[in-house]
């Protein structure tokens, strides 16, 4: 069965950086495109950056355009989402989740890890 | 970017009656090869999201005929024919049509 599991999450300050790590199994991870999404405490969804099964091509929110960094390891099978120059409302629960294969949704989502910018 | 708008922001419903619940984008989600990308997720309380629809109107694996979407261009309805307890969440619109991709605000629904 699809799993797809967030780690790297942390209580981090303003400024700094963070990279979160996904680990995909149950699925052929590098013929699937995949992405991030967030969710701020008590808020809506949001979605933040999309990535081709190889890598090549890359799509981002404006809100972490110019900051966050989407990459992949497809002989780890594993999604990456670097994050630098934190802000406080960058404070969400990240979910890493699979593209329904030409579908244009997202199929499988993991449980989530949580990222606090906070000074 | 493309805004999505969802009515009701909640809805309370007795068990075995119907819900519907309405998302409206501020342009069409149809694409240029004429396919449109709506999709509608549930999240149950302290859960990931999970996808209920795709395609407007198509049901993803595993999720129970009660579930049903409609509409086209602007407009589209998710409708849930018996609530059960289990349906207890709050549920999203999506568009994939144009990046960035973007949600609607989310309905709560509820038992009475």
């Known amino acids: 069965q699809v799993q797809l599991v967030e780690s790297g999450g942390d209580v981090v300050q303003p400024g700094r950086s963070l990279r979160l790590s996904c680990a995909a199994s149950?699925?052929?991870?590098?013929?699937?495109?995949m992405h991030w999404a967030r969710q701020a405490p008590g808020k809506g969804l949001e979605w933040v950056a999309r990535?081709?099964?190889?890598?090549?091509?890359?799509q981002f929110a404006d809100s972490a355009k110019g900051r966050f960094t989407i990459s992949r390891d497809n002989s780890k099978n594993t999604l990456y989402l670097q994050m630098s120059n934190l802000r406080a409302e960058d404070t969400a629960v990240y979910y890493c989740?699979?593209?329904?294969?030409?579908?244009?949704?997202?199929?499988?989502w993991g449980q989530g890890t949580l990222v606090t910018v906070s000074s | 970017d493309i805004v999505m708008t969802q009515t009701p922001l909640s809805s309370p419903v007795t068990l075995g009656q119907p819900a519907s619940i309405s998302c409206r984008s501020s342009?069409?989600?149809?694409?240029?090869?004429?396919?449109?990308?709506l999709s509608w997720l549930q999240q149950r309380p302290g859960q990931p999201p999970r996808l209920l629809i795709y395609?407007?109107?198509n049901r993803f694996s595993g999720v129970p005929d009660r579930f049903s979407g409609s509409g086209a261009g602007t407009d589209f309805t998710l409708k849930i024919s018996r609530v059960e307890a289990e349906d207890v969440g709050i549920y999203y619109c999506?568009?994939?049509?144009?990046?960035?991709?973007?949600f609607g605000q989310g309905t709560k629904v509820e038992i009475k």
């Open positions: 342009q069409s989600l149809v694409t240029s090869d004429g396919d449109t990308y």
């Open positions: 990535i081709s099964h190889d890598g090549v091509y890359k």
């Open positions: 149950g699925f052929a991870f590098s013929h699937e495109v």
């Open positions: 999506m568009q994939a049509t144009q990046f960035p991709w973007t």
């Open positions: 989740a699979k593209d329904l294969n030409n579908k244009w949704s997202l199929d499988y």
């Open positions: 395609e407007i109107s």
